[in-house]
């Protein structure tokens, strides 16, 4: 009887682990369809020191997404105009980890990618594997659609360092 405990116990580890990992988030690439309407790229630095690290990314938190407050955004750097194309695309090439919430909010070095109807996206990403956020806001700040989070912080360095005079 022990045996059949210590076994099923054994199997149903297994199981579980094999449960978490198939939860895997997908890894996904911005379109350049979505992104045809950016009319300026900016660095920015957001002083966001309330931001709050999600314990697990599996859950649904969108209720928990924090609006996006434009006073404490400062412009450290505005990309050409003429850049902005060739920006788009290797964006588009950087793998994302769809719906991977690692945050509520943005915090510290952002790429803000404004349309030319007012909305923005911020694009963010700190040291380490899957830390970031990239997400939609609307013109009022409010989050209008989580994207998910770089794959790698190297994708993010690539984009400021080869486009802007800032290093990171």
């Known amino acids: 009887m022990k045996k059949i405990t210590i076994l099923l116990t054994i199997l149903l580890v297994l199981c579980s682990l094999c449960a978490f990992a198939a939860c895997d988030p997908s890894t996904v690439f911005l379109e350049p369809t979505d992104l045809t309407d950016i009319v300026s790229v900016e660095l920015i630095r957001y002083d966001n020191p309330r931001q709050k690290q999600f314990i697990s990314w ?3 938190h969108t209720s928990d997404l924090k609006a996006f407050d434009e006073r404490k955004l400062f412009v450290l750097e505005r990309l050409d105009g003429d850049k902005i194309p060739e920006f788009i695309d290797t964006l588009c090439e950087c793998p994302i980890l769809d719906r991977y919430y690692a945050f509520d909010s943005p915090n510290g070095i952002c790429l ?22 990239i997400g939609k806001f609307g013109f009022d700040g409010e989050v209008i659609q ?3 989070c770089f794959v790698s912080v190297t ?3 690539t984009l400021v360092n080869d486009y802007f005079q800032m290093k990171i």
């Open 112 to 133: 803000k990618l404004t349309y030319i109807n007012g909305e923005y996206l911020i694009v963010n990403c700190k040291e380490g594997a899957f830390v970031g956020y």
């Open 146 to 148: 989580f994207i998910g």
């Open 58 to 60: 599996v859950p649904d």
């Open 155 to 157: 994708s993010f360095e």
